[in-house]
């Protein structure tokens, strides 16, 4: 078959395409918990995910369990993945530590002493 400069459509190359597409979500989504707490999405309607985390927590009338605000995330429309693994405890580490948030003897996470 002769090269004539264009590429032909396969269910193959479709899957290629789909499983990059897969991985390039996976890797703004790791990526996204690494931005500053207080940096906002492109569209302005969501922030990112510990920017998110610090809000319901600075504006929660007492200190939140882990498991709740872990639901209270999911209902802000963060996946089940960030939520429940690495990415959340990474989260509170980096906002304890600009002091957005503090953690709690009983692992609840608090206000923090750091006002923007």
Known sequence: MANDGYTTITPELIAE????????????????????ADSVEDD???QN????????????????AKADLKEMMKKRGFPEHQ????????????????ERV????DGSIGKG???I
Not at 58 to 64: E, H, S
Request: charged fraction near 20%; charge should be positive.
């Open 49 to 64: 995910f510990m920017g998110t985390m610090a809000d319901i927590v600075n504006t929660a009338a007492k200190p939140i």
């Open 102 to 105: 503090s953690v709690l003897a």
């Open 83 to 98: 939520v429940a693994g690495t990415y959340f405890y990474l989260a509170i580490k980096k906002l304890k530590a600009a």
């Open 113 to 115: 002493s750091r006002r």
């Open 17 to 36: 395409w789909e499983a990059e597409v897969a991985a390039l979500q996976r890797k703004i989504a790791a990526g996204k918990v690494f931005l500053p």
């Open 44 to 46: 302005g309607a969501r």
